[in-house]
């Protein structure tokens, strides 16, 4: 069995192009000193373009090596009769092209023992041009890369224990990984095996302390009702953050490994932080909500500095050219978007980024790490997705990759897969 070709791919769709686009600053490059150009105001009226124009990009296509840059995303394998999820099959590409250079079928099997959380493939990526994945036959768990252009994948390590959530580091050097004892589940903590290394897991974190009677009063963070082990890199990939939530009405913990000397450090969240979204800038991102009434979304977290709950006027974050978080901001969901911003993490300078009269939304890529397709884009880059009704009624969405520093924006080529099997073969 192998990919089926479809106009959809799980929340996207790669129709035409052609025509001119607006940006909210055009220019043929980014500043040469690293400096933004003049912010617009606030109140900028938003341009318009003619409405029976079709998109064309607004920067060449060498403005970003797409062939250098790559994809992923995990396709389901149905059950052809009852229609159920029996399978995954990993889909790795290029930015250039949807066709796959890899799709291979993931090897999984179910838990021996029972916590509160739904089991599913461990994948991330793709980071330095590599897509890590994990196969479990029960027995053992081998974690292993497969770079964006297919090559053969590489084993990088193999242990007993169950691999329940793995992340990749920035430059592609390491994984670090969540171990749970394959009989019991039992949390072994955090463990990182070297990319091209000899294959050995070497613990960095050790088990949380999430049970209710043992853990400190310092240390309890929030109420939770699932089972939460949830891994993040900063950008620069100084420090890794650990979120480890207990079973139902059990505590959550935040442990933040820096990577130079080994020190970890544990966080009081008054706020009730239940999701970890970013870390970066000495700040912690989780989750976002929207105000309809004020027309925003804003982002929960934290302070490190200070250990205390803010929230970050906007959403999705993203990082700017030098790898700094930054957040963008776009109505609610419910409201059509016809442009947006960029601000800074404390709610300052900011600036309008893309401004048209076709929508635009953020291509948002965290959530449940096995969903939707999943990019490497450079950083002061974000994707969007561009759509529009044309004048004979079709819907017109391109993926795009916007440059912060001025709007110019590239098309991006994404996949377009069926599920495998559940008579789509």
């Given amino acids: 069995m192998g990919p089926v070709p479809r106009g959809l791919i799980i929340g996207l769709a790669v129709l035409g192009l052609g025509g001119c686009a607006a940006t ?26 003619d409405p029976g124009a079709t ?97 053969q994948s590489a084993l990088i390590g193999t242990t007993d224990a169950v691999v329940f959530t793995a992340r990749l580091s920035p430059d ?18 955090v463990f990182r095996v070297l990319v091209g290394g000899d294959g050995s897991f070497e613990q960095v974190i050790g088990p949380p302390t999430v049970d209710t009677a043992g853990a400190p009063a310092a240390i309890r963070l929030v109420a939770a009702d699932r089972f939460v082990r949830t891994l993040r890199i900063s950008a620069d990939g100084s420090e890794v953050a650990r979120l480890a939530c207990g ?71 993203a990082l700017d050219a030098g790898g700094h978080l930054v957040m963008l901001q776009f109505p609610p969901p419910t409201v059509e978007a016809r442009g947006f911003f960029i601000t800074d993490l404390d709610g300052s300078n900011t600036r309008l980024v893309f401004a048209s009269d076709f929508g635009v939304r953020p291509i948002f890529q965290e959530g449940a790490d096995f969903e939707g397709t999943r990019m490497e884009l450079p950083w002061g880059w974000v994707a969007v997705q561009l759509d529009r009704v044309l004048k004979n009624g079709q819907y017109q969405m391109i993926p795009a990759a916007v440059r912060l520093a001025d709007g110019g924006w590239v098309r991006l080529t994404l996949p377009s897969l069926y599920p495998i099997g559940g008579g789509h073969d």
């Fill in 24 to 49: 909210a600053s055009p220019s043929s490059g980014a500043p040469t000193n690293g400096a933004s150009p003049s912010a617009a105001p606030l109140d900028t009226p938003l341009p318009t373009i």
């Fill in 55 to 151: 998109l064309a990009p607004s920067l060449p296509p060498h403005a970003l090596d797409l062939s250098a840059l790559g994809w992923r995303t995990v396709v389901p394998e149905l059950d052809p009769t009852t229609q159920e999820t029996i399978g995954h099959w990993l889909a790795v590409g290029t930015l250039n092209s949807e066709d796959p250079t890899w799709f291979e079928p993931l090897t999984e099997m179910a838990w021996r023992f029972d916590v509160f959380a739904d089991q599913g493939p461990v994948v991330d990526g793709p980071t330095g041009g590599q897509v890590l994945y994990v196969s479990d036959d029960g027995v053992s768990s081998e974690v292993r890369v497969v770079d964006i252009h297919g090559t």
């Fill in 172 to 189: 592609g050097q390491s994984a670090y990984v969540v171990l749970l004892e394959r009989a019991t589940g039992r949390d072994r903590g």
């Fill in 247 to 317: 079973e139902p009405f059990g505590q959550c913990v935040f442990d933040l490994l820096e990577v130079a000397d080994g020190s970890i450090a544990r966080y009081n969240n008054p706020g009730g932080q239940s999701d970890l979204v970013a870390i970066g800038d000495s700040y912690v991102l989780g989750g976002w909500h929207c105000l309809p009434d004020e027309n925003r979304c804003v982002t929960d977290g934290f302070g490190l500095a200070r250990g205390m709950p803010e929230e970050m006027r906007g959403w999705p974050p």
